[in-house]
């Protein structure tokens, strides 16, 4: 029998002054907000069409699990809990049924079916995978846990050009690690106004 893939994506709920705290601080609460709000309704309906894996959401604040309007159709909403990044990262990694777990975010408007595909399929022959990001961060992290889940997050200097390295340094010489290409999340207006091309 085949495992299942489970693809998670991590979201915070749109709530206008609520979302992209950096980026709003440079292009105005409203217009982070509807930026988010796009990148929600591009990324995550063509993720959830495709039938290779089974569509997670990972939402925060907890009690928007329970439903709300903001999420697109395809999706299971699973609250994110609290803690860190890693420790919220972590309990999907431990908690969801037998199969590889591939983590997204969704602020990465380009992220595209086909680079969910490469990772379940790096995932094949290798123990993880990782999507890079060029501020030293990555857009995607994937285990096969074919092995026990061990802490792949301890230590790991959040929101800072050390956030890669340092997730890396927690896996063992004998464990093999996949590299995708580099994407960007927007976290700020420079992000933005180079993801358009503007800069």
């Known amino acids: 029998m085949t495992a ?3 693809l998670v994506a991590f979201a915070k709920t749109p709530r206008l002054g609520r979302v992209k705290g950096r980026l709003a601080a440079d292009v105005g609460a409203l217009a982070a907000t509807a930026f988010y709000r796009r990148t929600l309704g591009a990324v995550l309906p063509p993720l959830a069409r495709d039938g290779r894996w089974r569509c997670w959401l990972a939402v925060t604040p907890d009690r928007d699990a329970r439903g709300s309007a903001s999420w697109p159709a395809g999706w299971r909403p699973i609250p994110q809990g609290d803690g860190d990044l890693g420790r919220r990262m972590a ?3 431990r908690r969801l049924p037998p199969g590889p ?3 997204i975010g969704t602020d990465v408007p ?3 079916p086909a680079h969910v595909a490469r990772a379940f399929a790096a995932l094949g022959a290798n123990d993880a995978v990782f999507g890079p990001s060029s501020d030293g961060g990555y857009w995607l992290i994937g285990l096969n846990r074919r092995r026990p889940v061990f802490a792949p997050f301890k230590g790991v200097r959040w929101s800072t050009e050390f956030a890669l390295a340092d997730t890396l340094a927690n ?3 004998g464990q093999r690690i996949a590299l995708l290409e580099t994407l960007d999340d927007i976290d700020d207006g420079v992000g933005l106004e180079r993801w358009r ?3």
Request: proline share 6%.
């Open 4 to 6: 299942t893939n489970h």
């Open 91 to 93: 309990r999907p990694l």
């Open 101 to 103: 777990v591939v983590i």
């Open 110 to 112: 380009d992220i595209r």
């Open 171 to 173: 896996f063992g010489d």
């Open 197 to 199: 091309g503007t800069v």
